[in-house]
T-cell receptor
Framework: SQQGEEDPQALSIQEGENATMNCSYK?????LQWYRQNSGRGLVHLIL?????REKHSGRLRVTLDTSKKSSSLLITASRAADTASYFC????????????FGTGTRLAVRP | ETGVTQSPTHLIKTRGQQVTLRCSSQ?????VSWYQQALGQGPQFIFQ???????GRGNFPPRFSGLQFPNYSSELNVNALELDDSALYLC???????????FGPGTRLTVL
């Protein structure tokens, strides 16, 4: 079963705008990661945030983590058409090791 | 692109048949995880192999089995195929926890 859900399920924005997607999960975690998937192909790792971190940046990406609410958000600033993809959060917890549990994903469409 | 390769790219089987999917891990990685991704869903963890031993299993029946070889490549075998086994099968390799997982492009399995 899925660990949680991404919200919204789908998002359509204009190039240059910011995109925010949220992830909620059910159990206490060690780490949360965000992945991107283009057109049903392999996933590409974007960023990892540990449970004791609250915010992390990587280029145009900003991830926040609120463990009290069991939620995370991914912000993509100044979006580009090439950012069009599905975005998934994935969590692992103490007994799972590095076995990931993925959310349901957000489909992002960036209009040129 | 990651250094993880999968074969074949696409596969069509009929119900009841058996299938073997293959994965070559990225150089230096000793852990391979397999995921099943149904259309419109996030990947679901099938099992993981670490140094040729199964190292955790998700909620999949025993007809899903695997192997890891001394060069850390891996196979996923599915017996007695069912229609619901139609999905994208992804393998991912990693080294030490907690690090990102590197995904292959996937094998699209269709069961008729």
């Amino acid at each position: 079963s899925q660990q949680g859900e991404e919200d919204p399920q789908a998002l359509s924005i204009q190039e240059g705008e910011n995109a925010t997607m949220n992830c909620s999960y059910k159990t206490s975690i060690n780490n949360l990661q965000w992945y991107r998937q283009n057109s049903g192909r392999g996933l590409v790792h974007l960023i990892l945030i540990r449970s004791n971190e609250r915010e992390k940046h990587s280029g145009r990406l900003r991830v926040t983590l609120d463990t009290s609410k069991k939620s995370s958000s991914l912000l993509i600033t100044a979006s580009r058409a090439a950012d069009t993809a599905s975005y998934f959060c994935a969590t692992d917890w103490k007994s799972s090791g590095d076995k990931l549990t993925f959310g349901t994903g957000t489909r992002l469409a960036v209009r040129p | 692109e990651t250094g993880v390769t999968q074969s074949p790219t696409h596969l069509i089987k009929t119900r009841g048949q058996q299938v073997t999917l293959r994965c070559s891990s990225q150089s230096g990685h000793n852990t391979v995880s397999w995921y099943q991704q149904a259309l419109g869903q996030g990947p679901q963890f099938i099992f993981q192999y670490y140094r040729e031993e199964e190292n955790g299993r998700g909620n999949f029946p025993p007809r899903f089995s695997g192997l890891q070889f001394p060069n850390y490549s891996s196979e996923l075998n599915v017996n007695a195929l069912e229609l619901d086994d139609s999905a994208l099968y992804l393998c991912a390799s990693s080294s030490r926890y907690p690090v990102e997982q590197f995904f292959g492009p996937g094998t699209r399995l269709t069961v008729l």
